[in-house]
């Protein structure tokens, strides 16, 4: 099963970013995204929906904060989905 993880971008740097997953800061290629919106407005703030590193595509807030809180759901009886929301030292 492939699974994605909502991060909202904290930081751009090229292609290459850094997106906060419950307060943790997770490295995000851009590049099937872009660093831009349609309108050429920074992705700066917006959520996407991780996978393997990369930024697959852009979600709004509410389904991003809907899809963490029934990960947090998902961990609460299966701990291993503690390495998506928490990171890998979890």
């Known amino acids: 099963m492939c699974i994605g993880i909502p991060g909202q971008i904290c930081a751009i740097e090229g292609l290459q970013a850094k997106a906060d997953v419950n307060g943790i800061r997770r490295d995000v290629d851009l590049t099937l995204v872009g660093m831009t919106d349609e309108h050429g407005q920074s992705r700066l703030g917006q959520w996407v929906l991780i996978h393997v590193g990369f930024a697959m595509s852009v979600i709004?807030?509410?389904?991003?904060?809907?899809?963490?809180?029934?990960?947090?759901?998902?961990?609460?009886?299966?701990?291993?989905?503690?390495?998506?929301?928490?990171?890998?030292?979890?």
């Open 60 to 90: 709004d807030e509410n389904e991003a904060r809907e899809t963490l809180a029934a990960l947090q759901n998902m961990f609460e009886v299966e701990p291993d989905v503690g390495a998506l929301l928490y990171g890998e030292e979890r």
